[in-house]
Structures are given as structure tokens and as C-alpha cells.
T-cell receptor
Framework: EPEVTQTPSHQVTQMGQEVILRCVPI?????FYWYRQILGQKVEFLVS????????KSEIFDDQFSVERPDGSNFTLKIRSTKLEDSAMYFC????????????FGNGTRLTVT | DAKTTQPTSMDCAEGRAANLPCNHS???????VYWYRQIHSQGPQYIIH???NNETNEMASLIITEDRKSSTLILPHATLRDTAVYYC????????????????FGTGTRLAVRP
């Protein structure tokens, strides 16, 4: 069964550094998402992406964050200058349509900012 | 999106059915009920979803009341591997950009399956 893959599984970075989290969505999917989960807290929506543009973003997704689909397969989340509070699990998800079809999630990248 | 209410925790015996309730009294006509689960810190796993009718797949059954104000996820024969946090989520149809097509996770129900 096709799945969403994320790399790396664990990333350690120093405060102030830039990180890029990578995702390969399921191949025929058109809608892409990033979520994050701080340890012990809820899974929080960050951003959705369709047709090469952001369709919705949360308050968390400020100017430090950006997303890109650089080619036909990858979907990336960039954090320009990481803060300690960015430490979390980051999950990528994709779905084939917006209406009535489920999101499929990857197993996440654990980001640790020191 | 409509808010959902779930019990904080439940348990059931291995091999028995697990029935997880969810209230969504403010659901609107074009909103779907989705169920996901999260095992430890893995990514949320899709289980099932429905609009009005009851649904069944290889993982579970979803029973939605006629007024659509509540639903129950049924795991027919729970195993130890079903121990997880289960999320009931009401999601818009995505017809309007303002209603969004995202999933909004709550705190879910922590299900413990005991041997």
C-alpha cells in the first residue's frame, strides 16, 4: 500500500539554524499538509498546500516557516531560524481530493532544537 | 468545523469489542465524521469516515446516529496492538476555502487493551 514517507526521522539542530524537513507524498495525491505535535500535546495543523500555493495556514505558521514543492514528488517544510519551542514531531500528510477523502500521514520527523 | 467530545480514556479486554463514543452535536449537513488513531508517537493513522450511513471496513465499523449528533467507532475484536489514542474529527467538505479541508485534532480517547 502506498505511503507518505518523511526524512529524516530525527533531526537535531542548534537554535537559529535553518532546517528543511522532507516529505514524499503518495504519488497521485494533490493536497498536502504539515502538522506538528509538541511532546504530550495535540496534533496541530500548520499549513495546507494545493496547486502550488498555500490554501490555508494556522497562526503557528509565521514568517519563519515556508513550504515548497520543488519537483513532482517532494514536499518540504523549511524553518528559517529555529527556536527551542520548534522542537516537536512534524507530520506530513497528503490526500487525493479535498472533499470526502482521508488524509494519509507519514511517521514524522522528530526535530530537536538545542 | 464542529467540535467533538470524547471520553478521556477507556479500556477493554483483548478479543472483545471496543466501542468508542463521540459526540458532535453541532455537526452540519456537509460535514464528515472521521476517525484516526495514533500509536505512541507515530503519525495519525486513518481508520474510517462517514457522512450519514454506517460504514465498515477491514479495521472497524462506524455507527452514526440518525440525527448525526453522535457516533461510535467499533473495533470488533480488540488486540493489544489497538492500544492507542483515538481521535474523532468532524471535517468540512472542502467546498469552501473558508471552511478548510484540514483535520483539527482534539485530545482523543486513550484506549488501553488489556490482556
Amino acid at each position: 500500500e502506498p505511503e507518505v514517507t518523511q526524512t529524516p526521522s530525527h533531526q537535531v539542530t542548534q537554535m537559529g539554524q535553518e532546517v528543511i524537513l522532507r516529505c514524499v507524498p503518495i504519488s497521485n495525491h494533490l493536497y498536502f499538509y504539515w502538522y506538528r505535535q509538541i511532546l504530550g500535546q495535540k496534533v496541530e495543523f500548520l499549513v495546507s498546500f494545493y496547486n502550488n500555493e498555500i490554501s490555508e495556514k494556522s497562526e503557528i505558521f509565521d514568517d519563519q516557516f515556508s513550504v515548497e514543492r520543488p519537483d513532482g514528488s517532494n514536499f518540504t517544510l523549511k524553518i528559517r531560524s529555529t527556536k527551542l519551542e520548534d522542537s516537536a514531531m512534524y507530520f506530513c500528510a497528503s490526500s487525493p481530493t479535498a472533499m470526502g477523502s482521508p488524509l494519509h500521514f507519514g511517521n514524522g520527523t522528530r526535530l530537536t532544537v538545542t | 468545523d464542529a467540535k467533538t467530545t470524547q471520553p478521556t480514556s477507556m479500556d477493554c479486554a483483548e478479543g472483545r469489542a471496543a466501542n468508542l463514543p463521540c459526540n458532535h452535536s453541532t455537526i452540519s449537513g456537509n460535514e464528515y465524521v472521521y476517525w484516526y488513531r495514533q500509536i505512541h508517537s507515530q503519525g495519525p493513522q486513518y481508520i474510517i469516515h462517514g457522512l450519514k450511513n454506517n460504514e465498515t471496513n477491514e479495521m472497524a465499523s462506524l455507527i452514526i446516529t440518525e440525527d448525526r449528533k453522535s457516533s461510535t467507532l467499533i473495533l470488533p475484536h480488540a488486540t493489544l496492538r489497538d492500544t492507542a489514542v483515538y481521535y474523532c474529527i468532524v471535517r468540512g467538505s472542502g467546498e469552501k476555502k473558508s471552511s478548510g479541508d484540514k483535520l483539527t485534532f482534539g485530545t482523543g480517547t486513550r484506549l488501553a487493551v488489556r490482556p
